[in-house]
Each structure stands twice: as C-alpha cells, then as structure tokens.
C-alpha cells in the first residue's frame, strides 16, 4: 500500500514491482474482467501514487505508453480509489464517441428563449395578437443566420394564384427578404415609422425614390426593378431592423393600435390582422427559402397556426365575393336577410392549430351557421395553409369533401386567392 509519512513526504512503492508483458490497446481493457497471463518480467520502477494518479486520464483515452498502462493497471488493483476514479473517467470517454450529429437543433434558439421568456416575462410584453410575428421573424432571422454567403444567391422560385390558375416568380434568398422587407413597410407607414423600402433608410440594397405603390405585388416588382443592383445579404439588417422596431413600436402603443387600420391598396386589414398576415407570410417565405438552401423548416407552433387559419377564414367570404362580382365562381343562390344568415360550407381542418368554421356562401357580411351547412370540407392545418399560400392547386389540395360540389370548388378557388407575391 501507498501513503503519506508522517512527514508529510509520500511513500514509494516498496520492494520491486513485476509488471506484465506488451497487452492489448487500453480501450479494450475491462476492469471487471480476469488478469491476463504475464509474459517475461522484467523488473520496472515504482511509480509514486501520485504519478499514478495523474496518468490516469491519459489511461482512460489510451494514451499512455505500454509501460505506464501496465504499471497503472497493476495499481488499480491495489487502490479503491483510483479504481473508482478510472471507471468515471473510462464512462466519460465513451460519451466522447457518438454517431448523432453534433450540430445544433436549428429549433435551439426558439426553444430557449420560449423557456426563458416564459420564466421571466418582459417588463414592456409584446401584445398577445402580435406574438405569431415576433416568432416568425425570429425563426427566419435565425435560418438566415445560419446560411453562407453563397447561399443567399440561390434561386428561389414564389408561388401564388391569379384567377384560375398558378403563377410562379424567380427570385433569390436575398430577393425573397427584399419582398418581405417591402410589403413590411406597409405596416411601418401606418405605424408612422420609416419604410427602408422607400428610401426612409436607405443602403445598397434598397430601392431609390419615393413612394412605393400600396399594392403588396407591384410594390414588390417596384422595388426590385429599381434597386441599384440585385439584392444581397445586406438586405438582412435592414429587414430585421424594420421587424424589431414593428414589435417594439405596437408593444409600447397600448391597446388602441390594434384597430389602427393598415391599407393594401385594394383592401384594408385592422393592424393586428395585418401582422398576423406578415407572419403568416413570413412562415411561408421561410419554408421557401429552407427547401432552396436544403434546411430544416417546420410549421408555426399550434397555436400560431390557428390564429393564421383563423384569419383566412375569416377573408374566404370577401374573396369569394370577388370572385363572383368577376364571374369567376357561381353567383349567390339565398337573398341574405336578418332571418336567413344564407347557405354556408363547414370548414373542418385536422392535427395542429385545427378547428372548426363555418364559412358564408352568399354574403360577405353574413356570419355563416351550422343549421344552413350545404357542404362540408376537410383539410389538414398544413395542406389548407399550403393551399392559401398559393403553393397547391385546388384541384389538387388533399380535402375530403362531401355536400354541394360547386360551393366546394368555389372556396377551395377562393382560399387559393387569397395568396399574392
């Protein structure tokens, strides 16, 4: 046995020490297995314990000299505690090989600040109507964050519906966070704030001149036709400058601004519908963005996602109008009257953010009832999502259907509408 004198000085291994012959690599030594049979002995020196001790670590990784693995062997055998102490440090080297990917969850980041800002709310909170946009932006921010610079040149192709059928717009990452920048600034022009967009903070990748139309397409083509040269990753301060200052603007505007109207140029939206839609926006762009640069992108939490199906639920009756005064869809079959609300289609979506609507046929203001249901729709929260955003034809978005065919194919038409660049 080792140990300390009296004197403080540490004892040596008394007597010679026989050491076994060459043997296998340490990372095939089991500490709970027999002793293998020595070769020729040969006498070696003692090693102090704590020499012993300190070669311990090297031990565990197989790093030692076949001398010194013998030697701290044949000392495990005599000491408890280094014994213990080996076994933690050979657990440990076994955590350093692994076969899963050591990169991070690009969900990471997402996932802590939930946690953290559900422990430790916000002295100034974000109004609840305009939360879905701080995640969506956040969750962008951070793909773009993760991207090379190569890759904000990939060819991104945005989908929507005109009419009766799908069109399609070539652009690049940093051309889609241009479009998203731009029909932001119709939000930040209602807020009173600087549109970037418009030259109210201008840089080399944003469009010289003044107003920019109110129309979210022809602001969009606007702004890429006059731009200076072809957009680059330097458009990603200015946009999430802008998404910042919108969050941080309505968090400290107080309840009125939630109604503050926010026009599209042919039609209106309350404040926190339109933020609603910009992340809605954001979400879909995001997805268009990961399939081009090949990254993970998963769909809003089930909440967010509800609020977002709420709203285009809420717009299919207008659309639906539209689509009629253009002769588009089949004209309205019951005078609406205080008695009779009219005909109206259930909209059932299945899995995360589902529900149930009921969706007027004949009357835009009219609120559709479940007593005067000719027709039923059923649609997964992703798919109907997928299908709004203009990325499925209605023909072939995946519905079970069942009642009046021609209200069927009117909503699904008009719910395609309701996408845009």
Not at 286 to 315: C, F, K, N, Q, W
Request: charge should be negative; charged fraction near 25%.
């Amino acid at each position: 046995m080792t140990g300390d004198d009296a004197n403080g000085r540490e004892d040596e291994v008394r007597g010679p020490q026989r050491v076994p012959g060459p043997r296998a690599a340490a990372d095939d030594f089991d500490l709970g297995a027999a002793p293998t049979a020595p070769g020729p002995t040969t006498p070696a020196p003692a090693l102090p314990h704590r020499v012993l001790k300190a070669l311990l670590g090297a031990w565990a990784l197989a790093a030692c000299s076949a001398e010194e693995a013998e030697a701290v062997e044949a000392h495990l055998t005599e000491c408890a505690v280094c014994a213990d102490e080996a076994l933690r440090l050979r657990d440990a080297v076994g955590l350093l090989h692994t076969d899963r990917s050591l990169d991070l969850d690009p969900l990471l980041r997402s996932r802590v600040l939930e946690s953290c800002l559900s422990r430790r709310p916000a002295k100034i909170p974000v109004p609840g109507w305009a939360v879905p946009y701080d995640a969506e932006t956040a969750r962008l921010d951070a793909l773009l964050r993760d991207i090379g610079r190569s890759e904000w040149h990939a060819p991104v192709r945005l989908r929507w519906f005109e009419g009766e059928r799908q069109v399609n717009r070539k652009t690049t990452v940093a051309g889609v966070i241009g479009h998203l920048m731009t029909v932001d600034g119709l939000v930040s022009t209602a807020l009173g704030l600087d549109d970037p967009a418009a030259g109210g903070r201008r840089g080399s990748d944003t469009a010289p001149g003044s107003e920019l139309p109110l129309s979210p397409t022809s602001r969009t083509e606007t702004y890429w036709s006059a731009a200076r040269r072809p957009p680059t990753r330097a458009v990603r301060e200015p946009w999430r400058d802008q998404s910042h200052a919108l969050i941080r603007t309505v968090s400290f505007a107080g309840r009125g601004v939630a109604e503050l109207s926010v026009s599209y140029g042919d039609f209106a939206l309350p404040l926190q519908d339109a933020l609603l839609d910009r992340a809605f926006e954001c979400w879909v762009h995001g997805g268009d963005i990961a399939d081009a640069v090949d990254y993970p992108y998963e769909a809003p939490s089930a909440t967010h996602l509800h609020r977002m199906i709420d709203l285009a639920a809420r717009l299919l009756p207008a659309a639906l109008a539209g689509r009629r005064r253009a002769g588009l869809a089949a004209p309205a079959r019951h005078l609406v009257t205080a008695g009779s609300p009219g005909r109206s289609l259930h909209l059932e979506i299945e899995g995360s953010g589902g529900g149930n609507w009921y969706i007027a046929l004949d009357s835009p203001a009219a609120l559709g009832s479940p007593d005067h249901a000719v027709a039923q729709v059923a649609m997964d929260g992703t798919e109907f999502c997928r299908l709004v955003a203009g990325h499925v034809s209605p023909l072939d978005a995946a519905a079970g259907q069942e009642g009046d065919r021609e209200a069927i194919r009117d909503v699904l038409f008009a719910a395609a509408s309701l996408s845009r660049l």
